[in-house]
């Protein structure tokens, strides 16, 4: 006699194992699986996922105040700050291994020739600081944007770093993420990088990673977001905003698809259910369906969640499909700021952060910050019309933005 079981009907009715899932996310602030070996790296993301996914389920305190304060430093010990006379390759490391630890003069000068920062390790770094609420005193704002700005490419796309990589999309959101985050945009181009954004709208309106790709989940949600950081949102027509909703809620089956006939997967139901928060159309989904099939990933033995049912979970997903539940309101989550992929207490220190920058340096400003994300249809439309008129004004006036320190 065979027992036929529907995962999806069981999975409607499971709560969140909020507890086991932070357990799951803690464990990886301690060590790195073996199976997870090739992320070394790239810790940085590591601890990103797991700092930022124990924000989200309302658990920081499990991490000791020493612990915090290590886990600062360790973020601080992968911090590049080039001498003048050197290339701008300011920004955060995504691993250790190029910081040696030793007094030896000659074999550190030996390695500060490999050691330069990486677009996603200093956005995932920021985040981290912000999330665990470091002041961000130890950073050079300005030493940090001019090391985005050297990697942005003449066709406003950038690279990830100044030693050369691939230049699409992602790095474009990371770039956008950390001089919104550092409240100083330097000498980015906003420009050239609206107008790589727009020329990767494709034919059926969501974006590609670079020109004349697929439309892909992911990089819609770079891009969105990248405009959004950067004060652009307000220059995408009506016509385009609805063709973008449309093609955004097509790619929901239960979960969520990165693109048209692709399988659903967990962490879509961040990359476009906060690419809908963006456009202000999220409510446009059924909460229900992704909701049950994110829980079909969950991890009921050592919690957290997996791209697709029965797979081994991961840090990635567990924290995507932490936010994707927490857009639908799942009691005991934190909401989340869908454009930083933050949760919103941590974005409240940073625009606290911004406001003492702002009055430290300009002693005249005292409004709320122009770039301050707009979080319903009026305060968008409001947001929009002030950034036009600064846009105006810019010709007569001092820039909003005040020097970095
Ligand atoms: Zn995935």
């Excluded at 690279?159 to 985050?181: K, L, N, Q």
């Amino acid at each position: 006699m065979s027992y036929h079981i529907d995962m999806e009907d069981a999975a409607a009715n499971e709560p969140v194992l909020l507890s086991k899932h932070s357990k799951n996310l803690l464990r990886f602030l301690h060590l790195l699986p073996a199976r997870m070996a090739s992320h070394d790296n790239t810790r940085s993301t590591i601890v990103f996922f797991a700092v930022c996914g124990l924000d989200v389920l309302n658990a920081l305190h499990l991490i000791p105040p020493q612990m915090r304060q290590d886990i600062i430093n360790w973020i601080y010990g992968g911090l590049v700050v080039p001498r003048s006379n050197e290339k701008q390759c300011g920004g955060f490391m995504g691993c250790r291994a190029m910081v040696p630890q030793t007094d030896d003069a000659e074999l550190q000068e030996c390695v500060r020739a490999y050691q330069w920062g990486h677009l996603a390790m200093t956005y995932t770094s920021v985040a981290v600081l912000a999330t665990l609420g470091d002041d961000l005193t130890r950073l050079d704002r300005k030493n940090i944007v001019a090391g985005v700005a050297a990697v942005q490419r003449p066709d406003g796309s950038f690279s990830a770093c100044i030693d050369g990589s691939e230049s699409d999309m992602r790095f474009v959101y990371c770039a956008a993420t950390i001089c919104h985050m550092l409240d100083y945009w330097g000498d980015v181009n906003k420009e050239t990088m609206y107008q790589f954004i727009m020329r990767s709208l494709r034919y059926d309106y969501g974006f590609s990673q670079e020109l004349e790709g697929e439309a892909h989940g992911g990089t819609t949600f770079c891009a969105l977001a990248a405009l959004e950081l950067s004060g652009q949102l307000h220059r995408l027509d009506t016509c385009t905003v609805e063709r973008l909703k449309r093609w955004l809620i097509f790619r929901q089956v239960d979960g969520f698809q990165g693109r048209p006939n692709k399988p659903v997967d967990t962490c879509y139901s961040f990359w476009i259910g906060a690419s809908l928060r963006i456009l202000n159309a999220f409510e446009l989904t059924d909460y229900a369906k992704n909701r049950e099939y994110i829980m079909t990933t969950q991890d009921k033995l050592v919690g957290g969640f997996a791209k697709w049912p029965q797979s081994t979970p991961d840090p990635f997903h567990t924290y995507l499909g932490l936010c994707g539940l927490a857009f639908t309101g799942e009691p005991g989550l934190s909401d989340v700021m869908p454009s930083l992929n933050i949760s919103m207490a941590a974005y409240a220190h940073l625009k606290q952060l911004h406001e003492s920058w702002r009055l430290k340096g300009d002693e005249n400003t005292t409004g709320a910050s122009p770039y301050s994300i707009a979080t319903t249809p009026e305060l968008l439309d409001a947001a929009m019309e002030q950034q036009m008129k600064m846009c105006d004004d810019s010709e007569t006036s001092t820039s909003p933005l005040i020097s970095a320190q």
